[in-house]
Antibody, heavy 124, light 106 residues
C-alpha cells in the first residue's frame, strides 16, 4: 500500500538548519508531484512547497521562499526539504503529501495521501 | 493574496446534518477539496473536485461549490465524524487552506 514516512524533525535554534526527508513506498515515486505541508501547534494547515515528478517544476510559499529548498531523489523514492535560517514561526509538524495522479504537467487539485508528519521545533 | 474563510466551529447532534462552509472570492471557479483531521492524526481527504468522494469515504459526506462558497455536508452525522475539517483550493500555483472548522457532535 502507499506509504509516506517523514523523518528529520527535531529541536533547532533560530537561524539554524534542518533537513527533512520523506520515504515513499507502494507506488512509482518518480511519476508523482510531491508537496510539503505544515501545521503549527494548535493551528491550521499551510502549504509549503511542491516539486514535479522530474524535479523541474518547483514552487514555494512566500513565507519560506529563499530559506527552504525542496528536492527529490527518484532512485531512492525520497523527498527532501532543506530548511535554512529557521525562525520560531517555522515550528510545526511537517507533512509530505502526494499528488493523486501520476505524470501530471501541473499539480492536481488535491493531496492524497499524507504522511504521519515530523515535528520541527525552533526555539532558543 | 487569496484567502479561504471557514467558521471556527460547528456543532451538530448525532444523526443530524452538519454543514461546513468555506468562502473565497469566486471560489466556484476553482476546485475545492476537503480534509478531515482527527485529534493527533494526519489529514485525510474526504471530498475532492468539489463533489467527489474518495473510495472508503462514507456516502454521508458530500460537497458542493458555487459562487463564493464551497460546502461540506455530513448527513446523519456520527460521533466518529467529530474532527477538524479543512477546505483547500489552488490560486496562482499556490495551495490555499481554510483556517479549519472544529466539528463537535453532541
Amino acid at each position: 500500500q502507499v506509504k509516506l514516512v517523514e523523518s528529520g524533525g527535531g529541536l533547532v535554534k533560530p537561524g539554524g538548519s534542518l533537513r527533512l526527508a520523506c520515504a515513499a513506498s507502494g507506488f512509482t515515486f518518480g511519476d508523482y508531484y510531491m508537496s510539503w505541508i505544515r501545521q503549527a501547534p494548535g493551528k491550521g494547515l499551510e502549504w509549503v512547497s511542491y516539486i514535479s515528478d522530474s524535479g523541474i517544476n518547483i514552487n514555494y510559499a512566500d513565507s519560506v521562499k529563499g530559506r527552504f529548498r525542496i528536492s527529490r531523489d527518484n532512485a531512492k523514492s525520497s523527498l527532501f526539504l532543506q530548511m535554512n535560517s529557521l525562525r520560531v514561526e517555522d515550528t510545526a509538524i511537517y507533512y509530505c503529501a502526494r499528488d493523486p495522479k501520476p505524470k501530471q504537467l501541473v499539480p492536481s487539485d488535491w493531496f492524497d495521501p499524507w504522511g504521519q508528519g515530523t515535528l520541527v521545533t525552533v526555539s532558543s | 493574496s487569496y484567502e479561504l474563510t471557514q467558521p471556527p466551529s460547528v456543532s451538530v447532534s448525532p444523526g443530524q446534518t452538519a454543514s461546513i462552509t468555506c468562502s473565497g472570492y469566486r471560489l466556484g471557479d476553482k476546485y475545492a477539496s476537503w480534509y478531515q483531521q482527527k485529534a493527533g492524526q494526519s489529514p485525510v481527504l474526504v471530498i475532492y473536485q468539489d463533489i467527489k468522494r474518495p473510495s472508503g469515504i462514507p456516502e454521508r459526506f458530500s460537497g458542493s461549490n458555487s459562487g463564493n462558497t464551497a460546502t461540506l455536508t455530513i448527513s446523519g452525522t456520527q460521533a466518529m465524524d467529530e474532527a477538524d475539517y479543512y477546505c483547500q483550493a489552488w490560486d496562482s500555483s499556490t495551495a490555499i487552506f481554510g483556517g479549519g472548522t472544529k466539528l463537535t457532535v453532541l
